[in-house]
């Protein structure tokens, strides 16, 4: 018989209520409890997915969860977990960006020295913290990851990002994944567009990274989310690949074969499918994490990190100066 696990969501918007709750509620080992400042929607989602309303974050802190989400508005991701690490939990799952708060398009440096707080209080108070990027568990991206390492393909030597900010923090964290850390960064900022739900200064980016590679990054609210939401060129030693837009397609060039190869969605098959099943696959992952008291897919630190890159770059938008990551932010722990 499996052990029960019980996990606590706090916040209950449409990114809890469309990617979170549906495949939680499905686990038959998994017990649920919900926590939000609006108590009419707690009752309503708890009368649908089965679960367990608590009247303040207090109350369900105190039951003492093998896990608690905080799926709540970015700008509330710093104060809520603070709250919560009073309580020391056993895990604390973080919806990106770590910190935010202004949201996710008009990350400040304030951001990244809050997150790194985050990590020390939670360490503190012997608390692990769980990022989800979950943009890690694309079809396109795990296939890409496994050809170059069985290929060889070798160190990432130049790349180019265009990035809606929708995509931004995940992005950043594929920039990481595939090239390693980030030296320096160089960067100007643009106009200010967007809608009221996402607005944000233009920003264009160079960097070098530690392993000597370089390259740019666009990031920008301006596009229509009926457009690709990224597009992404990888040039590694032996090989070069191009990737957009949520999971859609692939290409891939190696040196010595006389062809390319196209990886594409199948026709039953939308953008918002892939999106959608990529919540599953690293929330199946970061549960396992649970279930064996393993580390999680993806900590904390991936967090901070993809902040402490953020905040590089507004500040050399800012400053116009060449900024040094880990001179400018050092990452102590």
């Known amino acids: 018989m499996k052990n029960t696990i019980r996990l606590g969501v706090v916040g209950l918007g449409n990114v809890a209520v469309n990617n979170y709750l549906p495949f939680l509620s499905r686990q038959e080992d998994v017990e649920l409890y919900c926590c939000s400042r609006d108590s009419e929607k707690a009752k309503a989602c708890a009368e649908r997915f089965g679960i367990h309303a608590c009247s303040s974050l207090e109350e369900l802190a105190q039951?003492?969860?093998?896990?608690?989400?905080?799926?709540?508005?970015?700008?509330?991701?710093?104060?809520?977990?603070?709250?919560?690490?009073?309580?020391?939990?056993?895990?604390?799952?973080?919806?990106?960006?770590?910190?935010?708060?202004?949201?996710?398009?008009?990350?400040?440096?304030?951001?990244?020295?809050?997150?790194?707080?985050l990590l020390k209080r939670a360490k503190r108070a012997g608390t692990e913290i769980a990022m989800n990027f979950n943009y890690r568990f694309f079809d396109q991206m795990i296939r890409l990851r496994r050809i170059v390492e069985e290929r060889k393909l070798g160190v990432l030597r130049q790349s180019s990002w265009l990035v809606h900010y929708a995509c931004w923090s995940h992005c950043l964290d594929l920039l990481r994944w595939f090239?390693?850390?980030?030296?320096?960064?160089?960067?100007?900022?643009?106009?200010?567009?967007?809608?009221?739900?996402?607005?944000?200064?233009?920003?264009?980016?160079?960097?070098?990274t530690k392993n000597g590679g370089c390259g740019t990054i666009v990031g920008t609210a301006g596009p229509a989310f009926e457009l690709p939401l990224y597009r992404v060129v990888l040039q590694f030693e032996r090989g070069s690949a191009s990737f957009s837009d949520l999971d859609v397609?692939?290409?891939?060039?190696?040196?010595?074969?006389?062809?390319?190869?196209?990886?594409?969605?199948?026709?039953?098959?939308?953008?918002?499918?892939?999106?959608?099943?990529?919540?599953?696959?690293?929330?199946?992952?970061?549960?396992?994490?649970?279930?064996?008291?393993?580390?999680?897919?993806?900590?904390?630190?991936?967090?901070?990190?993809?902040?402490?890159?953020?905040?590089?770059?507004?500040?050399?938008?800012?400053?116009?100066?060449?900024?040094?990551?880990?001179?400018?932010f050092p990452i102590s722990l």
């Open 63 to 117: 039951l003492q969860l093998d896990a608690v989400f905080i799926l709540t508005l970015e700008p509330f991701h710093y104060e809520t977990a603070c709250r919560l690490l009073t309580f020391s939990p056993k895990r604390l799952f973080i919806e990106k960006p770590l910190v935010a708060r202004n949201g996710q398009a008009d990350v400040c440096e304030q951001d990244f020295f809050d997150a790194l707080d």
């Open 249 to 328: 397609e692939l290409q891939l060039e190696q040196a010595g074969l006389p062809y390319r190869e196209s990886f594409t969605l199948g026709a039953n098959r939308s953008r918002w499918d892939q999106y959608a099943a990529s919540f599953e696959k690293s929330l199946s992952a970061y549960l396992d994490s649970v279930r064996t008291a393993a580390p999680a897919p993806v900590g904390g630190l991936e967090g901070v990190r993809e902040l402490q890159l953020e905040a590089a770059l507004r500040r050399s938008a800012a400053t116009g100066g060449r900024v040094n990551l880990d001179r400018e």
């Open 179 to 208: 090239g390693g850390e980030i030296a320096e960064v160089s960067a100007v900022g643009g106009s200010c567009c967007g809608t009221a739900n996402l607005r944000g200064q233009d920003l264009a980016g160079a960097f070098t």
